[in-house]
C-alpha cells in the first residue's frame, strides 16, 4: 500500500486545483500511479482505493500536465493492451470527450475533401464542354416550352407540345456533373418537331419549329444541319426567333 502522504487538505475544493497543477512538474510516483491506474482500468471510482481525494487529484493533475507522468501510465496501458482513462468518471469522459473531438475533425475533413473533388469535376466538366452545348441550351425558353407542352388543337400543335415536353427533359446531368442532352429524348423531341413542321404553314409556327429543330441538331453537334434549320426560320421573315437564330448562325460562321 502507499504510504500515506500529505497533500495539502482531503478536503479539496475547486480553488486548490491550481495548485496541483503548479505542483505536477515531479518524477512520477509509481506506487500511487499503480493504485489509481488499476482502479481505472477496471472502470471502478478512484474513491474505491486507499487514495484519498487529495492523492486522487494530485495524479490527475500530473497526468494532465506532466509528460512523465502520461509516459509512465501509457506505458501501462501497453502491457494492459487498451486505452484507459485517468479521468476518475465511470463513463470515461476524458477517452469519449476526445473520440468525439477526432470523429468531428474526421467527418469536416472528409466533407472539405468531397466539397474539394466536386469542384474539380465540376469545373472539370465545364471546362471540357462543348461550345454547341450552350448553343443548344433550351433554359431561357424552358417557360415557353412548359407552356407549349400542355397545349391542345391541331396535329401540328399536338406536335409540338410532345416536342416541348421532350426537349425540357433532354438535358441531364449526374448531381450537377458531367451534363449532356440525352441523345433518345434528342431524337424523339426532333421527330416530333419535323411532324409538326410538316403539318403546318403558318409561317410564325413553322418559324418557332424550325427554330427548335435547329437546337436539337446543336444538342447532337450537328452544325450543318443546324444551319439550314437556322436559315429557315430567317426565310419565314417573321419576328418571331429571327434575332435569336441570327446571333446563332453568327456564333457558328465565327467558329467554322
Known sequence: MAERRYYV????????INTFVWMAAQPPEEELLMLHFEACSNRGHPSSTNLSRAQQLWVMSNLEANPEWQSSWRMREKSLGRRVSWNPSGSFQYDCQRTRIYTHRRAAASLLVGALIYAALWFGGRATQSTTYAWA???RYKVHLDHEARG???ESQGAFASAAETLVAAPISIVGLFPHYDQTRVNRAAQYLKTAYATTSDPFQRAEIAFFLAKTSLMKNDLPLAIEWLERVQAQNVADYRADSQLLLEAIAARL
Request: net charge negative.
Open 152 to 154: 391542345v388543337g391541331t
Open 9 to 16: 487538505s482531503d478536503d479539496v475544493g475547486a480553488e486548490k
Open 137 to 139: 441550351s433550351v433554359e
